[in-house]
């Protein structure tokens, strides 16, 4: 009997120890708006076989789907502004965070305000799920306004028109900057220039 329980933990690996994938990738993807946090994190999922969690995804879905929380999200989201954190953390914390996250995963918009960094930080904590690493997307401004116009036209979103574009600029400035230093001060943030194709990027990152 303990002969068999020990080859099944070398097939599945160290992980199964703890519980099943408990070392798989849990990363954020941080950064202003236009800077690839989407596209990258998508593709970081991908490569580590794990979630892509979007919180602005869940978000439109919502709104698209006429919910209740869609129906309160939608005017911040049409201006650009974030929704209140009370509502973000009591919806998607414990489903991002909760006892499925030891499968590991890559979040992406969430947390945007350090409010919501430590109310996830607390959670994780408590669930052995805290992160191995923030990755932040360096770009000039410059450069964001004209990928954000871009995708404007391709994409229709409805907050990437001229004027939303630059109000959610101030808003990433203004709310979710400060967590540069909080997760520099946890010694988890690694800075990427995000500039180059989507391929240069994916591979420094
Ligand atoms: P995104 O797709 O990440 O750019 O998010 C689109 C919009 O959804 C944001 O401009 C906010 O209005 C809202 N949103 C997404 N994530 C959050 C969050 N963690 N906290 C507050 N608002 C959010």
Redesign the pocket.
């Known amino acids: 009997r303990h002969l068999r329980l020990r080859e099944v933990r070398r097939a599945r690996g160290p992980a199964s120890r703890t519980g099943g994938g408990a070392d798989r990738l849990r990363a954020l993807m941080l950064g202003p708006?236009g800077s690839g946090?989407?596209t990258q994190g998508s593709r970081l999922a991908t490569r580590h076989g794990v979630p892509h969690l979007?919180?602005?995804?869940l978000?439109?879905a919502h709104v698209g789907q006429g919910t209740a929380l869609g129906r309160v999200?939608e005017e911040?989201?049409s201006h650009?502004?974030?929704?209140a954190?009370d509502l973000?953390i009591a919806i998607v914390l414990e489903e991002v965070l909760g006892p499925n996250a030891v499968g590991g995963f890559v979040l992406?918009?969430?947390?945007?305000?350090v409010p919501?960094a430590i109310a996830a930080y607390e959670m994780a904590r408590r669930h052995d799920v805290t992160l191995h690493v923030v990755f932040l997307l360096e770009i000039p401004e410059d450069q964001l306004v004209t990928r954000l116009k871009d995708r404007g036209q391709l994409s229709g979103r409805s907050?990437d028109t001229p004027e939303t574009i630059r109000h959610?600029i101030d808003v990433y400035v203004e709310q979710t900057s400060p967590l540069i230093d909080y997760y520099k001060g946890r010694d988890i943030l690694v800075a990427i220039d995000a500039t180059g194709t989507i391929d240069e990027v994916a591979a420094s990152i």
């Open positions: 708006p946090k989407g979007s919180t602005g995804e978000l439109r999200a911040a989201m650009g502004d974030l929704i954190d973000v992406d918009g969430f947390p945007r305000t919501q907050d959610r």
